[in-house]
């Protein structure tokens, strides 16, 4: 059977919610460590391991990301700014600025390079090195800024470190508390693989993320030497063209096919962020990749943030039975039972 895979946030850090999220078929937890600090990290375990659960941990990994700042949430063109690359700083700045962590990019930065802040469309143009730590900048196209948020540079590939600090520590923690696998962020090579499987010794599963151009070009080594696959397609669109994502998606499940596990993860039922309905499109999508040999789909935002945790777990776990059938014979005719209005909500209960 397909599994199901959740991550945890705000909206589903309860044990109220959580059980219902095992009622409703989730069957592995997941702490996103690039959401998270040691203080929830710890606050997180307690409450999950309550209700029965030991999370798996998803790491930082090596992804340029907005550590603070006093920007307001949405920015408009011509704002000059800095750019800052520490660890940990105290910051007495004057004017408006950025942190951002892995302080070993600022010398793959250079005067000219256009850095992009998550998918919102905010850009910013590096102008010239200030200090050993600090880029002088100006805002050349709107948008808005979170803390924790991806940022990319146009036409570079950074070379960061394959964990983070935190990543370090919350490996450690996470294992002394049971956790039997940990997935490893924008895996892009064998070395890498070999690196983290290092750290977290052989007892631990490690699921690889593949969301990186290099990861899809080295994507059968990193089936060799992982012990399972996840497709994060929201980042590598980042990095490949949104129309190329499920090409390589479906690429990578043919040629894992008989060899390693894959999940897919990103969008996956977006709409039920906001609504109590899904789309069309994502049943069609989420059939589309369980026929292809996916065996595993997973929910982050939806659980993590979004309003319907619950309702879209049961209704997942609802598609994948419907799948089943299908693979049984039954070609869409076959009735099961529909989820319970209590799980599922009102609306979408009728709407099936």
Same mark, same amino acid.
């Given at each position: 059977?397909?599994?199901?895979?959740?991550?945890?946030?705000?909206?589903?850090?309860?044990?109220?919610?959580?059980?219902?999220?095992?009622?409703?078929?989730?069957?592995?937890?997941?702490?996103?460590?690039?959401?998270?600090?040691?203080?929830?990290?710890?606050?997180?375990?307690?409450?999950?391991?309550?209700?029965?659960?030991?999370?798996?941990?998803?790491? /930082?990994?090596? /992804?340029?990301?907005?550590?603070?700042?006093?920007?307001?949430?949405?920015?408009?063109?011509?704002?000059?700014?800095?750019?800052?690359?520490?660890?940990?700083?105290?910051?007495?700045?004057?004017?408006?600025?950025?942190?951002?962590?892995?302080?070993?990019?600022?010398? /793959?930065?250079?005067?000219?390079?256009?850095?992009?802040?998550?998918?919102?469309?905010?850009?910013?143009?590096?102008?010239?090195?200030?200090?050993?730590?600090?880029?002088?900048?100006?805002?050349?196209?709107?948008?808005?800024?979170?803390?924790?948020?991806?940022?990319?540079?146009?036409?570079?590939?950074?070379?960061?470190?394959?964990?983070?600090?935190?990543?370090?520590?919350?490996?450690?923690?996470?294992?002394?508390?049971?956790?039997?696998?940990?997935?490893?962020?924008?895996?892009?090579?064998?070395? /890498?693989?070999?690196?983290?499987?290092?750290?977290?010794?052989?007892?631990?599963?490690?699921?690889?993320?593949?969301?990186?151009?290099?990861?899809?070009?080295?994507?059968?080594?990193?089936?060799?030497?992982?012990?399972?696959?996840?497709?994060?397609?929201?980042?590598?669109?980042?990095?490949?063209?949104?129309?190329?994502?499920?090409?390589?998606?479906?690429?990578?499940?043919?040629?894992?096919?008989?060899?390693?596990?894959?999940?897919?993860?990103?969008?996956?039922?977006?709409?039920?962020?906001?609504? +109590?309905?899904?789309?069309?499109?994502?049943?069609?999508?989420?059939?589309?990749?369980?026929?292809?040999?996916?065996?595993?789909?997973?929910?982050?935002?939806?659980?993590?943030?979004?309003? +319907?945790?619950?309702?879209?777990?049961?209704?997942?776990?609802?598609?994948?039975?419907?799948?089943?059938?299908?693979?049984?014979?039954?070609?869409?005719?076959?009735?099961?039972?529909?989820?319970?209005?209590?799980?599922?909500?009102?609306?979408?209960?009728?709407?099936?």
């Amino acid at each position: 059977m397909t599994s199901i895979v959740v991550t945890v946030g705000p909206n589903s850090i309860n044990p109220t919610t959580l059980k219902k999220l095992i009622e409703a078929g989730a069957e592995s937890f997941r702490i996103n460590l690039s959401h998270s600090n040691k203080k929830n990290l710890h606050e997180y375990f307690e409450i999950l391991n309550k209700v029965g659960i030991i999370p798996a941990i998803d790491t /930082q990994g090596p /992804q340029l990301r907005v550590c603070d700042t006093n920007l307001p949430n949405y920015v408009s063109p011509g704002e000059n700014i800095k750019l800052i690359f520490c660890k940990n700083k105290a910051l007495d700045e004057k004017g408006l600025y950025i942190l951002l962590n892995h302080p070993e990019a600022i010398d /793959q930065i250079s005067s000219g390079d256009v850095i992009k802040v998550d998918f919102d469309g905010l850009a910013i143009e590096v102008i010239e090195k200030e200090t050993d730590d600090s880029f002088s900048a100006v805002i050349v196209s709107s948008g808005s800024i979170l803390i924790n948020r991806a940022v990319d540079i146009n036409t570079k590939s950074l070379k960061l470190s394959t964990l983070t600090d935190f990543d370090k520590y919350a490996i450690d923690f996470a294992i002394s508390r049971g956790t039997k696998e940990v997935y490893a962020s924008f895996v892009s090579s064998a070395s /890498q693989v070999k690196f983290i499987k290092e750290i977290i010794g052989n007892d631990v599963s490690l699921i690889s993320k593949v969301e990186t151009a290099l990861g899809v070009s080295n994507i059968n080594e990193i089936i060799n030497l992982s012990d399972k696959i996840l497709i994060d397609r929201g980042d590598l669109s980042r990095e490949i063209t949104i129309p190329c994502v499920p090409i390589a998606v479906f690429n990578i499940l043919k040629l894992a096919k008989n060899r390693s596990e894959v999940l897919i993860a990103t969008n996956v039922l977006d709409s039920m962020m906001s609504s +109590n309905l899904p789309s069309r499109a994502e049943i069609s999508d989420i059939f589309n990749h369980l026929a292809a040999g996916a065996s595993g789909i997973v929910l982050a935002a939806e659980v993590a943030i979004g309003k +319907n945790p619950v309702s879209s777990t049961a209704f997942l776990k609802y598609l994948i039975k419907l799948f089943h059938n299908y693979e049984n014979g039954l070609h869409g005719i076959g009735r099961i039972d529909k989820p319970p209005r209590d799980l599922i909500g009102e609306e979408l209960f009728n709407w099936l």
